[in-house]
């Protein structure tokens, strides 16, 4: 607690007057929690040591820039949030021309766009090479948008071994012909 002597030249100092601080104390109550709490247990500004006396014709706006800032993160933080749920509708409500984009552009797909791939879209076809250890190899045709595109990827045969995907997909078209093959087989003389 600061002595009156101590009050008294911070005051002339500060060029301030007893009433001035008092003034600067009431409002601070509205500002200040800790002033507010203080003020609820009978205290005053002659009750503090020098330095927080010294603190007080200038801790309102001290508050004030704190509540501002906090008040501008938060509506930062708002408006964020609506941004990342802006973006993700839009991802959903856009996928098909999203992957497509990528596609067309070169731009390599991720693990997770690659499984969606095989997932999420119709495969029209799908072939199953051998089965490993592991693994085996599987090719799908998937068609997005009237266009069909391929993917080789590995299908996991545990429940422990995961999908993978190492290769981007490409587009293909499907043709029919006849192809005719010549087959030669080695017979018994008998």
Same mark, same amino acid.
């Given at each position: #607690?600061? @002595?009156?002597?101590?009050?008294?030249?911070?005051?002339?100092?500060?060029?301030?007057?007893?009433?001035? #601080?008092? @003034?600067?104390?009431?409002? /601070?109550?509205? @500002?200040?929690?800790? +002033?507010?709490? /203080?003020?609820?247990? *009978?205290?005053?500004?002659? $009750? #503090?040591?020098?330095?927080? &006396? !010294? =603190?007080? %014709? @200038?801790?309102?706006?001290?508050?004030?820039? +704190? !509540?501002?800032?906090?008040?501008?993160?938060?509506?930062?933080?708002?408006?964020?949030?609506?941004?990342?749920?802006?973006?993700?509708?839009?991802?959903?409500?856009?996928?098909?021309? &999203?992957?497509?984009?990528?596609?067309?552009? *070169?731009?390599?797909?991720?693990?997770?766009?690659?499984?969606?791939?095989?997932? $999420?879209?119709?495969?029209?076809?799908?072939?199953? *090479?051998d089965n490993r250890r592991w693994s085996r190899?599987?090719?799908? &045709?998937?068609?997005?948008? $009237?266009?069909?595109?391929? &993917?080789?990827?590995?299908? *996991?045969?545990?429940?422990?071994?995961?999908?993978?995907?190492?290769?981007? %997909?490409?587009?293909?078209?499907?043709?029919?012909?006849?192809?005719?093959?010549?087959?030669?087989?080695?017979?018994?003389? =008998?």
């Amino acid at each position: #607690m600061a @002595t009156k002597k101590d009050i008294k030249e911070l005051l002339k100092k500060l060029n301030l007057k007893e009433s001035d #601080m008092d @003034t600067y104390w009431n409002e /601070l109550i509205e @500002t200040n929690s800790l +002033v507010k709490q /203080l003020n609820k247990r *009978g205290k005053t500004w002659r $009750d #503090m040591n020098i330095s927080f &006396i !010294a =603190k007080i %014709p @200038t801790q309102k706006q001290r508050d004030i820039e +704190v !509540a501002e800032r906090k008040k501008k993160e938060e509506e930062e933080k708002i408006e964020s949030e609506l941004k990342a749920k802006q973006e993700k509708e839009y991802y959903e409500n856009h996928y098909e021309e &999203i992957i497509l984009n990528k596609i067309d552009s *070169g731009e390599k797909l991720n693990k997770s766009e690659l499984s969606n791939l095989v997932w $999420d879209f119709e495969e029209v076809d799908c072939e199953y *090479g051998d089965n490993r250890r592991w693994s085996r190899s599987v090719t799908s &045709i998937v068609k997005i948008n $009237d266009r069909f595109f391929c &993917i080789k990827w590995e299908n *996991g045969l545990t429940e422990n071994q995961e999908n993978e995907f190492y290769d981007q %997909p490409y587009e293909v078209e499907k043709k029919t012909y006849e192809k005719t093959i010549t087959v030669t087989e080695w017979v018994s003389k =008998k």
